[in-house]
Protein backbone atom coordinates (compact mmCIF):
# COMPACT_ATOMS: atom_id res chain seq x y z
CA UNK A 1 0.00 0.00 0.00
CA UNK A 2 0.85 3.49 -0.60
CA UNK A 3 0.53 6.60 1.44
CA UNK A 4 0.17 10.04 -0.11
CA UNK A 5 0.05 12.85 2.22
CA UNK A 6 -0.30 16.96 0.76
CA UNK A 7 0.51 19.96 2.57
CA UNK A 8 1.37 23.28 1.42
CA UNK A 9 -2.37 24.51 0.45
CA UNK A 10 -3.83 27.70 1.55
CA UNK A 11 -5.08 31.02 0.72
CA UNK A 12 -3.26 33.65 -1.87
CA UNK A 13 -3.67 36.60 -3.32
CA UNK A 14 -3.89 36.62 -7.47
CA UNK A 15 -0.17 37.00 -8.57
CA UNK A 16 1.31 35.36 -5.99
CA UNK A 17 2.84 31.52 -5.10
CA UNK A 18 2.40 28.55 -3.68
CA UNK A 19 4.06 25.46 -3.14
CA UNK A 20 2.71 22.19 -2.50
CA UNK A 21 4.13 19.14 -0.91
CA UNK A 22 3.58 15.54 -1.41
CA UNK A 23 5.43 13.01 0.95
CA UNK A 24 4.44 9.52 -0.37
CA UNK A 25 5.38 6.29 1.73
CA UNK A 26 4.87 2.75 1.94
CA UNK A 27 6.57 1.71 -1.25
CA UNK A 28 9.78 2.06 -3.62
CA UNK A 29 8.83 6.30 -4.40
CA UNK A 30 11.12 5.65 -7.19
CA UNK A 31 9.21 3.49 -9.23
CA UNK A 32 6.33 5.77 -9.70
CA UNK A 33 5.74 8.60 -12.44
CA UNK A 34 3.79 11.41 -10.33
CA UNK A 35 1.50 13.93 -10.41
CA UNK A 36 -0.65 16.42 -10.13
CA UNK A 37 -4.35 17.33 -10.56
CA UNK A 38 -7.42 19.46 -9.46
CA UNK A 39 -10.36 19.67 -8.78
CA UNK A 40 -13.55 22.14 -8.16
CA UNK A 41 -17.17 21.21 -6.94
CA UNK A 42 -19.10 19.94 -9.96
CA UNK A 43 -15.84 19.56 -12.20
CA UNK A 44 -14.25 16.58 -13.44
CA UNK A 45 -10.53 16.04 -12.07
CA UNK A 46 -8.28 18.08 -14.27
CA UNK A 47 -4.54 17.14 -15.10
CA UNK A 48 -2.41 19.69 -13.88
CA UNK A 49 1.59 18.16 -14.22
CA UNK A 50 2.94 14.85 -14.66
CA UNK A 51 6.75 13.58 -13.36
CA UNK A 52 8.30 10.86 -14.65
CA UNK A 53 9.94 8.03 -12.55
CA UNK A 54 13.93 9.84 -12.66
CA UNK A 55 12.30 13.31 -13.15
CA UNK A 56 13.70 13.69 -16.47
CA UNK A 57 10.46 13.99 -18.11
CA UNK A 58 7.94 16.68 -17.10
CA UNK A 59 4.13 17.29 -18.65
CA UNK A 60 2.18 20.27 -18.07
CA UNK A 61 -1.64 21.45 -18.86
CA UNK A 62 -1.54 24.38 -21.32
CA UNK A 63 -3.36 26.49 -18.50
CA UNK A 64 -0.41 26.09 -16.36
CA UNK A 65 2.62 25.62 -18.57
CA UNK A 66 5.40 28.84 -17.47
CA UNK A 67 3.58 29.38 -14.53
CA UNK A 68 3.91 25.82 -12.23
CA UNK A 69 6.61 23.95 -11.52
CA UNK A 70 6.35 19.69 -11.06
CA UNK A 71 10.16 18.50 -9.04
CA UNK A 72 11.13 15.48 -7.04
CA UNK A 73 13.96 14.20 -4.89
CA UNK A 74 13.52 10.41 -4.86
CA UNK A 75 15.56 10.53 -1.31
CA UNK A 76 12.85 12.27 0.31
CA UNK A 77 9.92 10.39 -1.23
CA UNK A 78 8.87 14.20 -2.17
CA UNK A 79 6.93 15.23 -5.00
CA UNK A 80 6.37 19.19 -5.15
CA UNK A 81 4.54 21.90 -7.27
CA UNK A 82 5.82 25.28 -7.33
CA UNK A 83 2.83 27.10 -8.29
CA UNK A 84 3.92 31.31 -9.09
CA UNK A 85 1.65 34.14 -11.08
CA UNK A 86 -1.26 32.70 -9.00
CA UNK A 87 -4.59 33.47 -10.80
CA UNK A 88 -7.97 33.09 -9.33
CA UNK A 89 -8.80 30.41 -11.68
CA UNK A 90 -6.43 27.89 -10.11
CA UNK A 91 -8.54 27.75 -7.02
CA UNK A 92 -9.31 24.39 -6.30
CA UNK A 93 -8.65 21.18 -4.33
CA UNK A 94 -5.16 20.02 -5.42
CA UNK A 95 -4.46 16.15 -5.25
CA UNK A 96 -1.16 14.39 -5.62
CA UNK A 97 -1.32 11.00 -7.13
CA UNK A 98 1.24 8.19 -8.15
CA UNK A 99 1.11 5.84 -11.63
CA UNK A 100 3.07 2.63 -11.28
CA UNK A 101 4.25 2.70 -15.35
CA UNK A 102 4.50 -0.23 -17.62
CA UNK A 103 8.21 1.94 -18.83
CA UNK A 104 10.35 3.75 -17.41
CA UNK A 105 9.72 7.35 -18.82
CA UNK A 106 6.05 7.08 -19.37
CA UNK A 107 3.87 10.32 -17.89
CA UNK A 108 0.33 10.59 -18.40
CA UNK A 109 -2.31 13.26 -17.74
CA UNK A 110 -5.48 10.04 -17.67
CA UNK A 111 -6.29 10.11 -14.03
CA UNK A 112 -7.46 5.87 -14.49
CA UNK A 113 -3.89 5.50 -15.08
CA UNK A 114 -2.75 6.47 -11.32
CA UNK A 115 -2.93 4.21 -8.90
CA UNK A 116 -2.70 5.89 -5.72
CA UNK A 117 -4.12 9.24 -4.57
CA UNK A 118 -3.57 11.72 -1.68
CA UNK A 119 -6.70 13.33 0.40
CA UNK A 120 -6.01 16.86 -1.61
CA UNK A 121 -5.07 20.07 -0.22
CA UNK A 122 -7.71 23.31 -0.90
CA UNK A 123 -5.34 25.91 -2.49
CA UNK A 124 -7.83 29.67 -2.91
CA UNK A 125 -6.79 32.35 -5.11
CA UNK A 126 -8.35 35.60 -3.81
CA UNK A 127 -8.67 38.67 -6.64
Known amino acids: QVQLVESGGGLVQAGGALRLSCAVS????????MGWFRQVPGKDREFVAA????????YYADSVKGRFTISRDNAKNTVWLQMNSLKPDDTAVYYC????????????????????WGQGTQVTVSS
Open 51 to 58: LSRSGGIT
Open 26 to 33: GRTFSQYA
Open 97 to 116: AADNPPWEWRVTATAGEYDY
